[in-house]
């Protein structure tokens, strides 16, 4: 058998230290868990209210038949197709810059 000596203290002390840094990370763990829970809760909860109709002060304007008959054929356009519209109209901005300034004519004026 082997004796108690130094490289069994230094051992020991490693073990030891391993075993406080793993009870430590341990305990970190659980607190950002517990932080997510919390958190994805309160956005559940923020959701929750911006999907309900929150009414505003802003009376309703009264519309005679023929606009809430306009009003009916307009749609809407959801956020996906507003951002791919936007996009759309940068890529055609860009492409008519690229154009313009191949167009061979330098506008630079030296004095």
Excluded: F
Aim: proline share 4%.
């Amino acid at each position: 058998m082997w004796a108690d000596g130094p490289l069994d203290d230094m051992s020991n002390n490693r073990v030891e230290q391993l075993e406080a840094t793993v009870a430590e990370l341990e305990s970190t763990v659980e607190g950002l868990t517990d932080e997510l829970i919390e958190s994805k809760e309160r956005i559940r909860v923020l959701e929750a209210e911006l999907d309900t109709e929150t009414p505003t002060r802003v009376p309703e304007r009264r519309v005679s038949t023929d606009e809430t008959a306009n009003d009916q054929n307009t749609q809407e356009a959801a956020p996906d197709e507003v951002a791919e519209a936007a996009a759309d109209a940068d890529a055609e901005d860009e492409t008519a810059t690229d154009e313009t300034e191949d167009s061979g004519s330098d506008d630079i004026i030296v004095a």
